[in-house]
């Protein structure tokens, strides 16, 4: 019997999987969907439509994104709370019980066991379908470009955050950098350099095992959650994004 149930979606969406793009795209946080085996792990449909269960707007984006581009795009199909596929499996943020300020009662206690059942049915799936990409891409002797999309809260723990975004990036700063000097150039963005967020191997997974790794340019990608939160600001976020991309292609510093 598996873990997932028969009525629930597979682990992970691929769009455009022979995309000629560079890029592959990753959402790991584009679903707020829940197992039908957890339930709404005992918290409200308010508090599962927030930023606890998912990355807001993140992946109307990243699929606009990967359209305008011919990119290669896997997004998960269920919410962090399930199991976060951006942390190792077994660390601290990997299954969590509280989030800044919202008890996750399903989520307290997890065992051994059903840890490593969360893994196996949606984190190593989806995981191993980009292994499988970049695999294929290097044998076929297809550049490889990874960009992780992801969205983040306005303010955190009550502090306000001032940018629109964010450039993430860890041992390889070549995309990251290439990247924040384009957008930093576009009129009125106020874009963080690793903020909110600095990339740690704790703290992130796709960026240090599937970029740094294997040594292919990579980035993470943060939008504020509010300035995406509907379909036309995703679609304006796209195409502001899309041919931003294409020239980061042209600018990227050789290895
Ligand atoms: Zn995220």
Redesign the pocket.
Known sequence: MSWLDADDLPPFTVEHPDGSSPYVLTC??ASRRLPSRLGHLGLSDEALETHVAW?IG?AGVVRRLADALDAFLIMTNYS?LAIDC?RPPGSADSIVARSERTEIPGNRGVSSDEMEARANALFHPYHDRIRAELDARRDRKQPAVLLAL??FTPAYHGVERPWHAGLLYGRDSRLGRVLLELLRAEPGLNVGDNEPYAVSDRTDYAIPVHGERRGIPNAGL?IRQDLIADADRQAAWAARLAPLLEIALVKLPPH
């Open positions: 790991d946080h990355d993140a962090r951006n992801h969205s943060e």
